[in-house]
């Protein structure tokens, strides 16, 4: 139901593609731009980088965390970043933008991460 504390974001999932391999891509994070909230950004990254290592044991974990680290720089800098970048190597990957409503973006940002990283199908399927 919804009521005036609703607030809309546009929910953004950066996922990894180990490269050369049929792996399923990795969920990286999660990022909420708010709609309704001007200028708010949340980001629900992944804790630890086993899941990559254990899917891709040569990935360059620096690499992939300094993209993670810029991706979230040029968001908050620019707010149409995140709809023009869908790719930004043949391993990271960025969805096209889903719209949800909540009264609590921190609740909602960590049920979409949990729920994702949960499931064995790619990142921004059936969400």
């Known amino acids: 139901m919804m009521t005036d504390d609703n607030h809309w974001f546009s929910v953004y999932y950066v996922a990894y593609r180990p ?5 399923k891509t990795i969920l990286l994070a999660v990022f ?9 950004l949340l980001c629900k990254k ?3 980088c086993d899941p990559v290592l254990a899917a891709d044991p040569g990935a360059d974990i620096q ?3 300094g993209i993670l680290n810029e991706i979230e720089s040029r968001a908050l800098q620019d707010r149409e970043f995140l709809d023009q970048a869908t790719e930004w190597s043949t391993s990271i990957e ?10 609590s973006p921190s609740k909602l940002i960590e049920r979409l991460f949990d729920s994702v990283q949960s499931k064995e199908s790619s990142f921004g399927e059936g969400e």
Do not use: C, P, R, W
Request: proline share 0%; charged share 20%.
């Open 46 to 48: 992944l804790e630890n």
């Open 94 to 103: 960025i969805s096209k933008s889903q719209i949800s409503s909540t009264e």
């Open 32 to 40: 909420l731009l708010g709609e309704s909230l001007a200028h708010t």
């Open 19 to 23: 490269e050369f391999t049929e792996q």
């Open 63 to 65: 690499l992939i965390t």
